[in-house]
């Protein structure tokens, strides 16, 4: 779960649009992590 949130706050630095991190909030709700 850390570790999802990491690499959002990556992809918030590179400029991503926020639906990449509320996709990202989805799949952990999921318990599947990209990692």
Known sequence: GDRI???VARQ???GKRV???T???S???DGV???
Do not use: W
């Open 19 to 21: 639906d990449a991190v």
């Open 33 to 35: 992590a990209l990692n």
């Open 27 to 29: 799949v952990s709700q």
């Open 5 to 7: 949130f990491v690499c």
């Open 12 to 14: 918030d630095k590179k």
């Open 23 to 25: 996709v990202v909030a």
